[in-house]
């Protein structure tokens, strides 16, 4: 069974510093897709990871894929109040085109 | 704007009537893709179906059913209400391509009294 884990679930942060969100899944998979969701709203796609390796960036947040590893990291730089939200990550199943979704990082930046 | 559209935004019925959710995908897109997201919780996935057939099923209760119509429209239908079922219900599609990126709706936020 194909699980994807985040971590941290929660994450509080001041202005300004840098932090990592873990997404780990436990099967192979080489698409990935981070989203992000502001509160009562819908979700927006933010990066869509395609290959081992791959690393695609937007403003302050870089996203990046190690097939290997099983592993994509969120990151984000000098984090600003603007980028409060729950980020998602998704791991494509082959069949059916399902996404198999983590369980979110609340992420709260504090001026 | 995801071009996916959902109706009605908000929905407040009384527990055991029955409701339908319905939902349009991007043009082109033959996926459609059902989500439950309660008060501070993640994504449940309920069904999937692709070009009018069903594809995938999540956590999907009995008194829930979805179709998926010839133009490619789709919706949700939940009947016996309960007070549990108050949640964000998301549509959301996908094109047919192997990038199966998901592009999701606005949401109908359903309350059950």
């Known amino acids: 069974e194909l699980k994807v884990e985040q971590n941290p679930l929660f994450l509080s942060m001041q202005e300004g510093k840098n932090y990592t969100i873990y997404c780990n899944y436990s099967?192979?998979?080489?698409?990935l897709y981070w989203y992000r969701q502001d509160p009562g709203k819908s979700l927006e796609s933010l990066f869509v990871?395609?290959?081992n390796g791959a690393v695609k960036q937007e403003g302050r947040l870089m996203a990046s894929l190690d097939t290997k590893a099983r592993l994509s990291t969120l990151h984000i730089t000098a984090a600003v109040h603007d980028l409060s939200a729950t980020y998602f990550c998704?791991?494509?199943?082959?069949?059916?085109?399902?996404?198999?979704w983590g369980a979110g990082t609340k992420l709260i930046i504090k001026p | 704007d995801s071009g996916v559209t959902q109706t009605p935004k908000h929905l407040i019925t009384a527990t055991g009537q029955r409701v339908t959710l319905r939902c349009s995908p991007r043009?082109?897109?033959?996926?459609v893709y059902w989500y439950q997201q309660s008060l501070d919780q993640g994504l449940q996935f309920l069904i999937q179906?692709?070009?009018?057939?069903?594809?995938a099923k999540g956590n999907i209760l009995e008194r829930f059913s979805a179709q998926q119509f010839p133009d490619l429209h789709s919706e949700l239908n939940l009947s016996s209400l309960e007070l549990g079922d108050s949640a964000l219900y998301f549509c959301?599609?996908?094109?047919?391509?192997?990038?199966?990126?998901?592009?999701f709706g606005p949401g109908t936020r359903l309350t059950v009294t």
């Open positions: 959301a599609s996908s094109p047919s391509a192997p990038a199966h990126e998901q592009y």
């Open positions: 043009s082109g897109d033959l996926s």
């Open positions: 179906y692709y070009n009018g057939e069903e594809r």
């Open positions: 099967t192979t998979s080489d698409r």
């Open positions: 990871l395609l290959s």
């Open positions: 998704a791991v494509d199943m082959d069949s059916n085109y399902q996404l198999i």
